[in-house]
């Protein structure tokens, strides 16, 4: 890790929800019926988004 630190980086600690409770199960369900009843633009851009980042991995 000191080698890291000589580059000037430095760790960083992150907080994400846990996929197992069912809070963010209801959420991910809640924004998949978003996503299901829009409409086709906004369909069209969550595509073309999601195209976006699967280039750049």
Same mark, same amino acid.
């Given at each position: 890790?000191?080698?890291? %630190?000589?580059?000037?980086?430095? *760790?960083?600690?992150?907080? =994400?929800?846990?996929?197992?409770?069912? &809070?963010?199960?209801? +959420? #991910?369900? %809640?924004?998949?019926?978003?996503? *299901?009843?829009?409409?086709? =633009?906004?369909?069209?851009?969550?595509? &073309?988004?999601?195209? +976006? #980042?699967?280039?750049?991995?």
């Amino acid at each position: 890790m000191g080698h890291l %630190r000589a580059q000037d980086l430095r *760790a960083l600690q992150i907080w =994400v929800p846990g996929v197992r409770s069912p &809070a963010y199960h209801a +959420g #991910a369900h %809640r924004q998949s019926l978003v996503v *299901a009843s829009s409409d086709t =633009v906004d369909q069209a851009f969550i595509e &073309a988004v999601s195209e +976006g #980042a699967m280039e750049t991995r």
